[in-house]
């Protein structure tokens, strides 16, 4: 895969839980780049957190604003780039995916309850967390894989385990 154009070193996508803001930071860290969250991005944006976007304004006005987001930072950044779990279910997104190294970072069910499910900053997630992420991931993982480049299931990995794999992908495919 090659990079057609400037932009992200790598963009990481997954569901919630996948570790996708905490591996980006450290890899940045390691790849001496700067960091990017799209989600913080929406944030700095409009003034108010993902929750209350989604709260005051709904779902739909939040992936518009996601999608946005995505599109400036794919553009403009050129270190470690995290995107929202829901990015992909944009068309524009993925095609916009297609250009850059895209690192799908996959966690399981049980894991991904784990994870995800002590944050009750995850509007999508509120209530029957099990349920709910697993409804998510059935219908995202084929989109994840459509943009992906390389996949690291996280289940069994930590934080750091899954950087050092993720540095290992970026320096075998220098694109």
């Known amino acids: 895969m090659t990079t057609t154009r400037p932009g992200p070193v790598v963009v990481l996508v997954g569901p919630p839980g996948a570790g ?26 409009v003034g108010t957190s993902v929750q209350d976007v989604f ?5 739909a006005h939040f992936r518009t604003l996601e999608e946005q987001a995505v599109a400036r930072a794919l553009d403009e950044h050129e270190g470690v780039l995290a995107l929202g779990g829901g990015a992909v279910l944009s068309e524009a997104t993925r095609e916009l995916l297609k250009r850059h190294r ?5 966690v399981g069910l049980a894991a991904g309850v784990k994870r995800a499910g ?9 209530g029957n967390v099990r349920g709910r992420l697993k409804a998510l991931m059935d219908h995202r993982r084929p989109l994840y894989e459509e943009v992906a480049t390389y996949t690291i299931v996280t289940d069994t990995l930590d934080a750091a385990a899954v950087t050092d794999r993720a540095l290992q992908l970026i320096q075998e495919d220098p694109a």
Do not use: C, W, Y
Request: net charge negative.
């Open 20 to 45: 996708k803001s905490t591996v980006a930071r450290r890899l940045s860290e390691r790849l001496g780049v700067g960091f990017r969250d799209t989600d913080h991005d929406i944030e700095q944006h």
């Open 55 to 59: 709260v005051d304004h709904g779902e």
């Open 102 to 106: 895209v690192v799908f970072l996959d």
């Open 118 to 126: 002590v944050n009750g900053n995850r509007p999508l997630l509120l």
